[in-house]
Structures are given as C-alpha cells and as structure tokens.
C-alpha cells in the first residue's frame, strides 16, 4: 500500500470518527416520548437507549390497578427501545456505508 493511500485511509478513519462522535451527540440530544394506557403513562427515552422521564397519572397508583399499570410501564419501556434502537440504526447507517461494509 502506498504512502498516499495509507494518508487517504487515516483521513476517512479520522472523519468516520466525527461522523460518529455527532451522530453519538444527536442520539443523546434525541428524545424519544411512548405514551401507553390512554396517555397515562409516558416514558421518555434519549436515543442513548437511557430514561429520561417516567410520568404515570395518580389514578393508575391505586392497588386495584397494578395489572395494568404493570402492563403499561412494560409496554411503553419496550416501545422506546425498540425506537431509540431504529433512530440509531438510522442515524449509524450513514457512516456504515463509508464503511464499505456489505449489507449496510
């Protein structure tokens, strides 16, 4: 491999590393927001995948509504993962291709 080459491969090396360092500082900046049970529940998620805010409405607190406030919590947890995992993927494809990677 030549000198020139090698120069060239540092380069792109060196910009994939900013492009990832910005989209690392877009996914925390992101704000992913799940409602469940009707609005009663929210969490907020950073595109970081980590918690921002977990909101449930009184009525909810009450014994007799454990199940479902149980459900909901599970549900919109699982919901602002699955999207906190897509906008990154998302956000990571841009520079997988720099990459030449196959199949990104």
Known sequence: ?????KLQQAKDLNN???QAQQIQKELKD???EVTEA???VKVV???????????????LLNPSKQKELQEAVKSAVSQAVAQSQKVAA?????IAGGLGLPGM
């Open 1 to 5: 491999m030549a000198i020139g080459d």
């Open 16 to 18: 994939l590393r900013k």
């Open 30 to 32: 992101t704000l992913i």
């Open 38 to 40: 009707d609005g009663m």
């Open 45 to 59: 998620f950073t595109g970081e995948q980590k918690i921002e805010e977990v909101s449930i409405d009184q009525s």
């Open 90 to 94: 998302e956000k990571m494809q841009s």
